[in-house]
């Protein structure tokens, strides 16, 4: 590794111990990036230049020399986490040390009248862009997302394909963007919740798709061309089965998703894609008799090719952790036999036994978009900077 990556390397892990701990000593600090003094003083001082970190002086009762607390400067700026899904499009801003602000829904079903519903709501955004000029901007969506390019490559559930959204974020004055897959983002932001962020974990969204993400320790998995990884829903369940709407045949969103809780009204998955804002009242009518206790017959199937393939993930990349949500919300009981199914399916040959976690923070798409898109705003400014000092030195 060069210097200067070595460099940024330490600042942004340093960051990321800033955005979970909120507040770290620096002696804590030195500790979490393993850094000599001299090191960690010229990083203190580089992310103070920018104006990013705040420094307060810690006067200890015992003898020895007085410690700094850091802190994220929250004036910094604000950050947006967006998550745009088939049934809305939510907007929160954060400050600069991920505390909420401000949110906004916009209901997709309100814009009936449009070409394309999405594209309306988003537009709806702009007022609170307006008013709140992030300096960056993380959007997370259903379907496959190339990271690079911001653009959404395939949503059939969202009616977008090869959707490039730089035109919109630049009129809005938007430099930094990070456009990621909903799942990814939802895993984001558990682990930033949890402060895990050495531990393996695989997450599970359940909900109108099925969505898998895995984080290795050290970053998500992506895909080798940039575009994000893990089309879970569309693994083979059932050869030779329904056809889906990805153009495969028995992919396992058409038989463990909320689509097959409801296959005689839906008629087909394509269908149900298509026709989505119709069939909505019925998919409610399932959910809330979930929530309330009632025990829908079409769940045990579903959970059960769910909960199948998943302890065939589990048995692939060991993690550490499994997260399960969902955009509907997992209910408790569903989340229960879910569990029950994993475990029932993983022998003790295997010597597996990763921690299972219900998520329950329905704003935890919305972080981890906003983190992901702050990090990487924090990374770009750092990379500038000494460059521009070279330049100038010239
Ligand atoms: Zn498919």
């Given amino acids: 590794m060069r210097t200067e990556e070595i460099r940024w390397d330490n600042l942004t892990k340093l960051l990321d111990q800033l955005f979970?701990?909120?507040?770290?000593?620096?002696?804590?600090?030195?500790?979490?990036?393993?850094?000599?003094?001299?090191?960690?003083?010229?990083?203190?001082?580089?992310?103070?230049g920018l104006n990013m970190i705040r420094i307060k002086k810690i006067v200890s009762q015992s003898r020895g020399r007085p410690n700094e607390e850091v802190s994220l400067n929250p004036d910094h700026g604000h950050v947006f986490g967006i998550k745009l899904g088939r049934e809305?499009?939510?907007?929160?801003?954060?400050?600069?040390s991920l505390e909420h602000i401000d949110s906004r829904e916009y209901l997709i079903r309100h814009f009936p009248e449009y070409a394309n519903p999405v594209e309306r709501a988003l537009h709806s955004t702009e007022v609170f862009?307006?008013?709140?000029?992030?300096v960056a901007v993380g959007i997370a969506i259903s379907g496959s997302v190339d990271i690079k390019r911001s653009t959404v490559n395939f949503s059939p559930i969202l009616g977008l394909s090869n959707y490039d959204l730089r035109p919109f974020l630049q009129k809005q004055g938007v430099s930094d963007t990070f456009l990621c897959n909903d799942v990814d983002a939802l895993h984001v932001g558990e682990i930033i919740k949890a402060g895990v962020l050495r531990d393996s974990s695989l997450a599970i969204s359940f909900g109108v798709g099925v969505g898998a993400s895995f984080y290795d320790g050290v970053d998500i998995m992506t895909g080798s061309d940039g575009r994000t990884s893990f089309e879970f829903g569309h693994f083979g369940a059932?050869?030779?089965?329904?056809?889906?709407?990805?153009?495969?045949k028995g992919c396992l969103e058409t038989v463990a998703s909320e689509y097959g809780l409801m296959k005689k009204t839906a008629g087909s998955i394509p269908h149900f894609v298509e026709n989505f804002e119709r069939l909505f009242p019925y998919l409610n009518q399932i959910r809330d008799n979930a929530a309330s206790g009632r025990i829908v017959e079409e769940y045990d199937s579903v959970l059960d090719y769910l909960s199948y393939h998943v302890s065939s993930l589990i048995l692939l990349l060991r993690p550490k952790s499994v997260l399960i949500g969902g955009e509907g919300g997992v209910a408790q009981w569903i989340f229960d036999r879910i569990v029950e199914k994993i475990e029932s399916y993983l022998s003790d040959t295997w010597a597996l036994s990763p921690s299972i976690r219900r998520v329950t923070d329905p704003e935890t798409w919305e972080t981890g978009s906003a983190f992901l898109a702050l990090r990487r705003y924090v990374r770009k400014k750092l990379w500038r900077a000494p460059r521009e000092g070279a330049v100038r030195a010239l």
Avoid: Q, W
């Fill in 20 to 48: 979970i701990h909120k507040r770290r000593l620096r002696s804590e600090l030195a500790r979490d990036i393993r850094v000599r003094k001299s090191t960690m003083s010229y990083l203190i001082d580089e992310l103070h």
């Fill in 88 to 96: 809305s499009l939510k907007a929160v801003v954060y400050n600069f």
């Fill in 129 to 134: 862009f307006r008013h709140y000029k992030p």
């Fill in 238 to 248: 059932v050869k030779n089965g329904e056809k889906c709407y990805c153009g495969r």
